[in-house]
T-cell receptor, first 113, second 117 residues
Framework: EADIYQTPRYLVIGTGKKITLECSQTMGHDKMYWYQQDPGMELHLIHYSYGVNSTEKGDLSSESTVSRIRTEHFPLTLESARPSHTSQYLC????????????FGEGSRLTVL | AQSVTQLGSHVSVSEGALVLLRCNYSSSVPPYLFWYVQYPNQGLQLLLKYTSAATLVKGINGFEAEFKKSETSFHLTKPSAHMSDAAEYFCAVSEGGYGGSQGNLIFGKGTKLSVKP
């Protein structure tokens, strides 16, 4: 069973607020990812990391930022939330050697009013 | 660039009927292909994967998929649907062919499977 946790699961917040979505995994995985998921759309990769102090932008441009100070922790931050940021954000992790198996958290559903 | 097309955003079957979810991919190199399942209010979990070994791949919960290079397809099937199969299913292809240094996945838009009693 995957051990990857996201908090909060649901967040409703006003425009202009700063938010941080937390993601932690206990599997010791080097690679971590953030995907954005909207109904009827592909999952889009917005950030990923190969390991500590590594962060890369994915194929979908995002105003969010990420950090990777510890192997197990990969938070995503929006400095000033807008209604266009309303979405579900999924965190995932995998071993460094490519197996294709991503382990996903349950997601954080963000609503910006 | 690689891409994935899932035909049908919503598929409805009766319990006990065959499940067929379609996936076509585009890739200039031999791909790795995957099916993930997402149950309501949960994250995605891996159902099965093709990594250039056997073309017929068996996964969890009785699902299987066949890689057909000539048709650039990787359709997901299950002989007999169960109520618990109701979920959203995502096909994915790896970026970079044989994995590469990134190994990031490109997902399709998903197909929501409903199972009628």
């Amino acid at each position: 069973e995957a051990d990857i946790y996201q908090t909060p699961r649901y967040l409703v917040i006003g425009t202009g607020k700063k938010i941080t979505l937390e993601c932690s995994q206990t599997m010791g995985h080097d690679k971590m990812y953030w995907y954005q998921q909207d109904p009827g759309m592909e999952l889009h990769l917005i950030h990923y990391s190969y390991g500590v102090n590594s962060t890369e932008k994915g194929d979908l441009s995002s105003e969010s930022t990420v950090s990777r100070i510890r192997t197990e922790h990969f938070p995503l931050t929006l400095e000033s939330a807008r209604p266009s940021h309303t979405s579900q954000y999924l965190c995932a992790s995998s071993e460094f050697g490519f197996t294709g198996e991503l382990f996903f958290g349950e997601g954080s559903r963000l609503t910006v009013l | 660039a690689q891409s994935v097309t899932q035909l049908g955003s919503h598929v409805s079957v009766s319990e006990g009927a065959l499940v067929l979810l379609r996936c076509n991919y585009s890739s200039s190199v031999p791909p790795y292909l995957f099916w993930y399942v997402q149950y309501p209010n949960q994250g995605l979990q891996l159902l099965l994967k093709y990594t250039s070994a056997a073309t017929l791949v068996k996964g969890i919960n009785g699902f299987e998929a066949e890689f057909k290079k000539s048709e650039t397809s990787f359709h997901l099937t299950k002989p007999s649907a169960h109520m618990s199969d109701a979920a959203e299913y995502f096909c994915a292809v790896s970026e970079g062919g044989y994995g590469g240094s990134q190994g990031n996945l490109i997902f399709g838009k998903g197909t929501k499977l409903s199972v009628k009693p």
